[in-house]
């Protein structure tokens, strides 16, 4: 059995370390996608940017998967292009969660009901998994993902607006594109916004993990140990 202790790992000082984290923050995002499937399958409406992701993938005919992709690397270069860091999870993040939610998608093992009771069950089910995932995501410490990082990057340049202003105007501004477009709107929708945050703040004191305390390694960064290596 492999054992990884992650306090060592946190800073990805070897090549080693950064080669073990990144299948570590893979697999956390490929199950990250179950947990986003679980809140899709609820059918009570889905999250914010996932009401988005399906409002492009229906209005274009493309599947879930490769909206979320189009996304996530649309909003990857608004990242480059306001100068915010960028680590190679960024790049898993913008494929594997996308992918991974077709993939269970294809294979549909939950499910669909139309008790209420059961749905928003089902949908907390999923923010439990998208809360322990993030866990693993960040604690590989290869960089947010890229609407993390958009988040952030806004965030530092409306200073007079709190963090979690420009986090609602985000999700808002997502959600009504995304239900133009004809994406899922409902109640799952509110709850997603509502719950999502303290869900993922449980998940993290359960495991004793505070998410600031994580210095995010560049991509360049990562460069320079796997350099370091070679010579």
Request: proline share 4%; glycine share 10%; hydrophobic share 50%.
């Amino acid at each position: 059995m492999l054992h990884v202790n992650f306090k060592e790992l946190s800073y990805n000082r070897t090549a080693k370390d950064i080669v073990i984290n990144f299948f570590i923050a893979s697999v956390a995002l490929f199950v990250n996608g179950f947990g986003i499937y679980l809140t899709m399958k609820a059918g009570i409406g889905a999250a914010p940017w996932d009401v988005f992701n399906l409002g492009l993938s229906k209005t274009f005919g493309i599947l879930y998967g490769n909206a979320s992709i189009i996304v996530a690397l649309t909003i990857l270069v608004i990242d480059v292009l306001m100068k915010e860091p960028i680590g190679i999870a960024i790049i898993i993040d913008s494929i594997v969660v996308g992918k991974s939610v077709d993939f269970f998608n294809y294979f549909d093992p939950v499910p669909a009901t139309d008790n209420m009771f059961l749905s928003i069950l089902t949908l907390f089910a999923g923010l439990v998994v998208l809360g322990y995932t993030q866990f693993f995501y960040m604690k590989a410490s290869l960089g947010c993902g890229p609407r993390d990082t958009l988040l952030v990057g806004l965030a530092k340049r409306l200073k007079r607006i709190p963090i979690g202003a420009v986090s609602i105007g985000l999700l808002c501004a997502a959600t009504l594109v995304g239900y133009l477009l004809g994406g899922p709107v409902g109640i799952g929708t509110i709850l997603c916004a509502l719950c999502q945050g303290p869900i993922m703040q449980l998940a993290f004191k359960s495991l004793s993990f505070e998410a600031t305390k994580i210095k995010h390694q560049s991509i360049p960064e990562s460069i320079r140990v796997f350099a370091h290596k070679v010579a």
